[in-house]
């Protein structure tokens, strides 16, 4: 079992930047990679960020050179910092992460990027 808890979300103008926390507790030595999913209303959820256990990050096309995606092992934290929002990133931001075959998720933060 995994435990996330997301933090640092809010209302920003468009330009500006936000920094997403997701704290993850339990088994946290079995996640495979943990990351970032969004969702818009009216919308799928769309996989936008994620790193593996050795280091490596993928983004949706969308977000590249825009935000970018880091861990603190020490501190169990995974972290998203978005920068020059756009209105279109406006969405619930989950964090997850992959166990064996299973993903387990936060209960999300909202992002609204006001134009």
């Known amino acids: 079992q995994v435990q996330l808890v997301e933090s640092g979300g809010g209302l920003v103008q468009a330009g500006e930047s936000l920094r997403l926390s997701c704290a993850a507790s339990g088994s946290i030595f079995s996640i495979n990679h943990i990351g970032w999913f969004r969702q818009a209303p009216g919308k799928q959820r769309e996989l936008v960020a994620t790193?593996?256990?050795?280091?490596?990050?993928n983004y949706v096309d969308s977000v590249k050179g825009r935000y970018a995606i880091s861990r603190d092992n020490a501190k169990n934290t995974v972290y998203l910092q978005m920068n020059s929002l756009k209105p279109e990133d406006t969405a619930v931001y989950y964090c997850?992460?992959?166990?064996?075959?299973?993903?387990?998720w936060g209960q999300g933060t909202q992002v609204t990027v006001s134009s």
């Open positions: 790193i593996t256990s050795g280091g490596n990050s």
């Open positions: 997850y992460a992959h166990v064996g075959w299973s993903n387990y």
